[in-house]
């Protein structure tokens, strides 16, 4: 069983950064990672996936030069560096893995949560105007 921890939310004005951290307690090679966010009342919509040996980075049109996702494998921890935040970003945030996958298969599903196997409990973040 893979536990995720999210750590970084907050409240800040528009214009604001923050950076999410989610620490994971395995890890493995070939594990497809996401950021994913939700409003209530809307579904889950994914913000941005990486591939555990880096060579896959996506992001959704909204998070596109404004978020940066990265990892740290010595420290078994992913992160969603937010930048420019804009109140519509408010929203809790979770991070996702799922591991044994391809490459390929994070690609194909970069935004599907239902390809993801563990979701951390979710941090809030809130951009006020």
């Excluded at 990265?70 to 799922?98: F, G």
């Excluded at 690609?107 to 941090?123: I, M």
Aim: charged letters at 20%; glycine letters at 12%; aromatic letters at 14%.
């Amino acid at each position: 069983q893979v536990e995720l921890v999210e750590s970084g939310g907050g409240s800040v004005q528009a214009g604001g950064s923050l950076r999410l951290s989610c620490r994971y307690s395995t890890y493995t090679d070939n594990v497809c990672m996401g950021w994913f966010r939700q409003t209530p009342g809307k579904s889950r919509e994914g913000v941005a996936t990486t591939f555990s040996g880096g060579g896959l980075t996506e992001y959704a049109d909204f998070s596109a030069g404004r978020f940066t996702i990265s990892q740290d494998s010595a420290k078994n921890t992913l992160y969603l560096e937010l930048n420019s935040l804009k109140p519509e970003d408010t929203a809790v945030y979770y991070c996702a893995r799922t591991p044994g996958v391809s490459q390929d298969y994070c690609f194909r599903n970069r935004f599907n949560r239902g390809a993801f196997d563990y979701w951390g409990q979710g941090t809030q973040v809130t951009v006020s105007s």
